[in-house]
């Protein structure tokens, strides 16, 4: 049955890329989480049943939707483009476990004010974006200007969580080098936690074409699409 064999395939990719994890050393600390954009539910519903927990998920509606059909003790990251006029949507969602994506005050002020009117008890926990690789197609603070947004989130957004910082970098980096973005996080986090006593910032770094390297680096938090869940269709 074409379902089985789905079945079979996904448990067998998701084994897959735990056991090259625990070739890393200090992996045991890291998160998986299984980024499943543009995937159906079924497929979602199959890598659950293996025990994965973490999802991560791009658009909005796809989101709700997805959240809505299954297991409640899923625990959905947001990793898509953030919009302010999305945060209330977003932080309506009962068992959302981080936004990654925040890339300005604005941003956080947005979704502080979202998670107050809808009526979360806990805070939400948030990433700070940053655009390590400083491309103009993509989203996230500047790395000089990180500690002072996370600051921003720490003195004005009681409503959030700041536990770490996410970056994408650029496509197709040399995998023979240490990879600048990377490194340009690490330096993020030791920069934001010079300045704020007290955080311990995770690191959201890491996908399916890098995510060992990003271990090796410092990544708490990798996000494996392709490598679990096949190829996505174009755009
Ligand atoms: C799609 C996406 C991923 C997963 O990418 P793969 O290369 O398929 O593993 C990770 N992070 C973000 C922000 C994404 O948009």
């Known amino acids: 049955m074409a379902d089985q064999q789905r079945k079979l395939e996904l448990s067998r990719n998701i084994a897959d890329v735990k056991a090259a994890m625990a070739t890393v050393p200090h992996h045991e600390k890291a998160r998986l989480v299984a980024v499943s954009k543009y995937k159906p539910a079924e497929d979602l519903q199959y890598v659950y049943e293996t025990g994965q927990r ?3 998920e791009n658009y909005v509606q796809e989101l709700v939707d997805k959240s809505a059909k299954l297991p409640q003790d899923i625990q959905w990251h947001f990793i898509g483009h953030l919009q302010s006029n999305k ?3 977003i932080a309506a969602i009962p068992n959302l476990f981080a936004v990654e994506t925040v890339d ?3 941003k956080a002020d947005a ?5 107050l009117s809808c009526g979360r008890t806990d805070a939400l ?3 700070v ?3 390590t690789s400083r491309e103009d197609a993509k989203s996230g603070v500047l ?4 500690a002072q947004v996370c600051q921003y989130i720490q003195d004005n957004c009681p409503q959030l969580k700041l536990i770490g910082l996410m970056t994408i970098g650029m496509f197709g980096r040399d995998p023979s080098e240490k990879n600048p973005d990377f490194e340009c996080l690490v330096d993020c986090k030791k920069t934001t936690e010079g300045m704020i006593p007290g955080l311990d910032l995770e690191l959201s770094m890491g996908m399916s074409g890098d995510y060992l390297k990003a271990l090796e680096a410092g990544s708490t938090n990798i996000r494996v699409g392709t490598t679990i869940f096949g190829a996505r269709p174009k755009k």
């Open 54 to 56: 973490h999802f991560g």
């Open 111 to 115: 979704l502080n004010k979202a998670c």
């Open 125 to 127: 926990n948030v990433f």
């Open 143 to 146: 790395p000089e200007e990180c």
């Open 129 to 131: 974006q940053v655009n």
């Open 87 to 89: 945060c209330k949507t």
């Open 104 to 106: 300005s005050s604005k």
